[in-house]
């Protein structure tokens, strides 16, 4: 039996998705079929989404519920909703979705044990004085960071983003944070040892978001950089989370599948499980045109995960949020015509998307793996 279906009165007035009037209590206008965690599913590949606190009305929830096999906090786990002040830690938020995950049967990712970028990090560890021995102090606090999160969710996250984003794609090497000056390439180092040692069922990725598109050239090469030297230092680290916030840099026509190509063989001749984290689809380089505008994007995304489902090794894939008024991308990167962005599969009324479509045909073109 399909997980959704177009409600009754949606059929008999045969009207299509777009006409109808939205209400607070209209039922999800889901698509029919199987859902997209059964489509994933029988390739071998577990699809789920990012989830905030902030969004879990019931008809939202209700999309995430027959989609998702696993979940994500798209904050709650993040180190400036955690630690808000030294020695002060704060689960609620991240309880939270957890215990949605829990009480849904699905799966849970853990995101971020270090974002290492410091624009992430709250005020005080910004500016932490790690004292006479930086490099002690500095690990000892990493690692007991690390302990108090990962011993607080336990095994009920089996993969976490331990490090997120610790490279700079201007420069291509590891970004300034108070971590790299007291520690240098350590701190990275430290992070996965403690990850495996505190959480040791996890699986252990290192995420980022360098794309396929034109302008990506120098973070790809240095991340890739990074991923050798993870190995070279025999850090424990499974996997590699290529975030997948595609069009991005407005350059959504501009892909260089080629180099693309390559940079993923590479990482997965160094033997790393791939993961899509974050997937979206930025459309602020197209047209205003609402109909004109999803096929461009559905016609992104089915050509971005054909090449990425091409990939064996890749087993999960998550968006980054299943509607579009809960996308992070409305407040970051608005368009210049100021309408909404449309960067995921369902719309603002909880409608299904050509992106939607193109998602469920990617997965059903997809090698099982
Ligand atoms: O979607 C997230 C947004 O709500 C937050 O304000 C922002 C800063 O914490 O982070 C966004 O998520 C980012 C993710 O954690 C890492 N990769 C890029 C994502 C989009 O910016």
Known sequence: ?????????????????????????????????????????????????????????????????AECGVIVPENEFKVYVIATQPD?????????????????????RGHTLLWNKAEFMPKWLLNIDFGANPAREAERYLRDYIKRVCTHYGDQVFSWD??????????????????????????????????REYAPKAQL??????????????????????????RAKNVPIDGFGIQSHIGNDGHIKEAQNDQWRAFIDAAVGMDYKLLITEFDVNDKDLP?????????????????????????????????????????????????????????????????????????AALKAAPKR
């Not at 420069?171 to 701190?187: H, S, Y």
């Open 1 to 65: 039996m399909p997980d959704l279906l177009p409600t009754r009165r949606h059929v008999l007035a045969g009207l299509s998705a777009a006409a109808l009037p939205v209400m607070a209590s209209t039922p999800v206008l889901a698509a029919s079929g199987p859902s997209l965690r059964a489509l994933a599913a029988e390739k071998g590949i577990l699809f789920g989404s990012a989830l905030s606190a902030g969004t879990m009305e019931p008809a939202y929830l209700d999309i995430v519920k």
């Open 88 to 108: 002060r830690y704060n689960f609620a938020p991240g309880d939270t979705i957890a215990g949605f995950a829990r009480d849904n049967g699905m799966k849970l």
């Open 162 to 195: 331990v490090v997120n984003e610790t490279i700079d794609p201007q420069t291509g090497d590891i970004r300034d944070t108070p971590f790299t000056r007291a520690l240098g390439f350590d701190c990275i180092r430290i992070a996965f040892e403690a990850a």
């Open 205 to 230: 990725v290192y995420n980022d978001y360098m794309s396929w598109e034109r302008g990506n050239e120098t973070h790809r090469k240095g991340v890739l950089k990074l991923l050798e030297t993870l």
């Open 288 to 360: 205003t045109d609402t109909a004109v505008r999803d096929a461009g994007v559905a016609a992104a995304a089915k050509d971005y995960l054909d090449l990425m489902f091409s990939y064996k090794q890749l087993d999960q894939f998550l968006c980054w949020g299943m509607s579009d008024n809960h996308s992070w991308l409305q407040g970051w990167t608005p368009r210049a015509d100021k309408t909404p962005q449309r960067p995921t599969p369902y719309d603002a009324q909880y409608r299904p998307k050509p992106l939607r479509e193109a998602i469920a």
